[in-house]
T-cell receptor, first 114, second 108 residues
Framework: EPEVTQTPSHQVTQMGQEVILRCVPI?????FYWYRQILGQKVEFLVS????????KSEIFDDQFSVERPDGSNFTLKIRSTKLEDSAMYFC????????????FGQGTRLTVV | GQSLEQPSEVTAVEGAIVQINCTYQ??????LSWYQQHDGGAPTFLSY????GLEETGRFSSFLSRSDSYGYLLLQELQMKDSASYFC?????????FGRGTSLIVHP
């Protein structure tokens, strides 16, 4: 069964460093998303991506964050100058279409900023 | 913007039936989804309602009333493995926006 894969599963980084979280969405999906979940809290939308550009982003997704689809399969989230409060589980998701289709989530990357 | 309200926690015993409610406010609306998340795991899709009424998938059913901006997830014949967080999510023209989640605790 096709699945969304994310690497690494865990990432520990020092405050102020840059991290890149990687995702391989399901191959025939067209919409890609990043969410984060701080421990014990709800899943929060960060950004959606379609047709090689950002289609929507939340207020959380400020200049510290960027996304890229460097090739036909990978979808990355870059976090610059990490802060302690960036520590969270980051989920990538993809869907076939918009509006009436389910989103499939990867297993997440647990980011710990120390 | 969107907002969703769901209870923070529900407890039930094995074999019972439980209903998790969700009310929403959104500027546009495509449908209401439900996701299950076990501790440390990824959210997994359970159901989607675009139209009013009840959708049944095995032990789980989901209901939507668009006029009331309300839906619920019904879990029957509860099993211990159903202990998890359950999120309702609204789709408008953009992305799924998740509620804060309901922690379901199933007791033997």
């Amino acid at each position: 069964e096709p699945e969304v894969t994310q690497t690494p599963s865990h990432q520990v980084t020092q405050m102020g460093q840059e991290v890149i979280l990687r995702c391989v969405p399901i191959s025939n999906h067209l919409y890609f998303y990043w969410y984060r979940q701080i421990l014990g809290q709800k899943v929060e939308f960060l950004v959606s991506f379609y047709n090689n550009e950002i289609s929507e982003k939340s207020e959380i997704f400020d200049d510290q964050f960027s996304v890229e689809r460097p090739d036909g399969s990978n979808f990355t989230l870059k976090i610059r100058s990490t802060k302690l409060e960036d520590s969270a589980m980051y989920f990538c998701a993809s869907s076939e279409g918009q509006g009436n289709t389910e989103a499939f989530f990867g297993q997440g990357t647990r980011l710990t900023v120390v | 913007g969107q907002s969703l309200e769901q209870p923070s926690e529900v407890t039930a015993v094995e074999g019972a039936i439980v209903q998790i409610n969700c009310t929403y406010q959104t500027s546009g609306f495509y449908g209401l989804s439900w996701y299950q998340q076990h501790d440390g795991g990824a959210p997994t899709f359970l159901s989607y309602n675009a139209l009013d009424g009840l959708e049944e998938t095995g032990r789980f059913s989901s209901f939507l009333s668009r006029s009331d901006s309300y839906g619920y997830l019904l879990l029957q014949e509860l099993q211990m493995k159903d202990s998890a967080s359950y999120f309702c999510a609204v789709r408008d023209e953009g992305v799924p926006t998740f509620g804060r989640g309901t922690s379901l605790i199933v007791h033997p």
